[in-house]
């Protein structure tokens, strides 16, 4: 299954919102929807929003009436300032725009050569995606024994990114496709449950075992045993720092549980999520709208007038990050030296 | 404000799952019609649904037809045998069972003297819960110091009482009573989310500040230093082991998180929830409805098929613990000792 196609000049995507109940692909021809869709989470997965935002900028491109080369990368500037501002954390988001607009720069030539180079990056982009995870599925199987029950948080499946297989889950999903018995613990991972609705719906798609349990009770499936290995994705790696994790809110202390029960916490994420510029302190923490935890289906659970803090993102410290398992291979600490020697590292494009 | 009361013979209750939508008293003549709502958490809250058996007793006696002292012992068992089955964790309800029928075991008499002593007891025990719980807070409140952030989960106030005060939010009220300014973050408390309707209601009308926050978002709080102290409520404290907490499942959760910050955790809980005879490996962690957490106003969240795990308490160690409010006083690890002391001290009736 993809999340994201680009049609005949069009962009089809999943509603996210919409699942498990209903299946919908949305198509549109305009860059501001897949902004839009970006923002209200119809589209989301640090992967999956650097897929849909070149995708916006290839749409941009198809669209465009420019008359001049100049003109069309004024154009597919302005876009990128918009797509820039719909999440602050993910860094996929960036990586995607910087990789277009990198690529537009250093080639030349006519209106239309601009068009075509960055629907075709944009279409690589998409396609790498897919590669790319199913690689870190084959090193991460690795790390899979036969039996294993692995916890996750949040939906790092084939929902988050191109399709598939995603990031966590794909660790998960090749190790079934190899023939270990696995099965998941899924934290709903409140307020927008993409545990309870996607993640869920995701394995029982794949026949993998999933229970769902609320949020506070990783605790306690720790200290009885219940989970074996617990396996994340992440919206965005900090190298200089030595590797913070930002992920999903209630990662971190997810991270910190499975640390004081001695249960392996694993992150899964392409290279596109290392941020190699930034610093800690740059980051930027995501804070949603107080409704998406004050109400549930349009019904308010909280008394009026009560406030809400709504951080969509944590911080989790290198320290309790056992390996991270990337498309090029898996690492330990310390991340930031490893990372960067992933990054040197000289590989062939994959075939599959 | 009054959770349960006792008038003219029949029980009149909060039904705490309107809340905060709606504030709707029941009013029961039948022992049956209050074991029902302690199952179904209309009643909840370790002490409230002790002093809730208790008045559940009162009116098998107010009501009974019982021709001799012996009959009337006999629907008295059959009762207590009916509401000890409701809820398995929280230990006040045992203690509150065993107490009205260990006094009437020492009192010998007639029918007539049974039935007295029987409500009698059972309105000791309520109006005793409200002197315990202020005093809870009056100890508590020495911890409180002006401007602190106090983060709780699931509710542990006046609902979950009696009435007036609660544990861990008396010692927040007493503490704003005091003329101290103090705030509290309240953990949502998923699946039922008490923390989110229960506690925020009942610190919205003391005009306290409250924040509710997702569960996940715990660590993040902690390690912006937005939180200064921990007070959560028990349902059952097992002696013998040296203190084990079981409280609402996500409160081992935050314990160590909040160990992990240096976060002082604290739990304020009545003698009454404290267990001196029970070893550990007896608890029985009470696993309730999966609907309650795959549903939410009846609408399911969680595709159907896929199964959840719905543990409603969890077991914090001793070692997490900084220190226990009790109405004899703060007691601090070893905490055998210091309870087994408490239990000894001659403490003179409480007048308010």
Known sequence: MRTILWEDGKVVYLNQRKLPKQLEYVCCDDYQRIAKAIKTL??????????????????????????????????????????RKTRPTAYNLFWAIDRVNTKVASTPGTVEEVRSTVIAEALAIGKEDLQTNKMIGINGASLIEDGDVVGTICNAGWLATSGEYGTALSVIKIAHEQGKRVSVIALETRPILQGARLTAFELKQDKIDVRVIPDGAIGYCFSKRMIDKFICGADRIIVSSGGHVINKVGTNTVSIVAKHYKIPFYVAAPLSTFDFNSSLKDVIIEERDPREVAEIFGRRIIPEGVSVFNPAFDITSPRLVEAIITERGIIHPPFKKEAENLLKLKIRPLNF
Chains 1, 2 share one sequence.
Do not use: D, F, H, T
């Open 42 to 83: 119809e589209i989301r997965g640090a992967p999956a929003i650097g897929v849909a935002a070149a995708m916006g900028l290839a749409l941009v491109a198809y669209n465009s009436r420019a008359k001049g080369r100049e003109e069309l990368l004024r154009r597919l500037e302005q876009a990128s300032c918009v797509l």
